[in-house]
């Protein structure tokens, strides 16, 4: 995918200049799951009648794309301490 958009391996490189910030981005996307979180299982709905929010799929399907999306990010997270079971 990054090849496709012409991003190559000298300029992936030069990402590594992030890695101190690391710890902050982390921080954050963790508060960010927990809003999240928060939102869809520990504040109360409040909707008009016919209104989409009132609708239980769409409660269902935003908890699906919740729980999809912090897997996902709780893997990509985790690929620094499991990438050297992997090499």
């Known amino acids: 995918m990054l090849l ?3 991003i190559g391996g000298a ?3 030069n ?3 992030l ?6 981005f982390i ?5 960010f799951l927990g809003l999240a979180f928060r939102r869809l299982y520990l504040q109360p709905q409040v ?6 929010c009132a609708e239980p799929v769409v ?5 699906l794309i919740f ?4 897997l996902a990010l709780l893997a990509l997270l985790s690929v620094p301490w499991l990438a050297p079971f992997f090499l």
């Open 4 to 6: 496709t958009l012409g």
């Open 11 to 13: 300029w992936i490189a």
């Open 15 to 17: 990402l590594t200049a």
């Open 19 to 24: 890695e101190p910030l690391r710890p902050w």
């Open 27 to 31: 921080a954050a996307t963790l508060l």
């Open 47 to 52: 909707c008009e009648p016919g209104a989409a």
């Open 59 to 63: 409660l269902r399907r935003q908890q």
């Open 67 to 70: 729980w999809v999306v912090a």
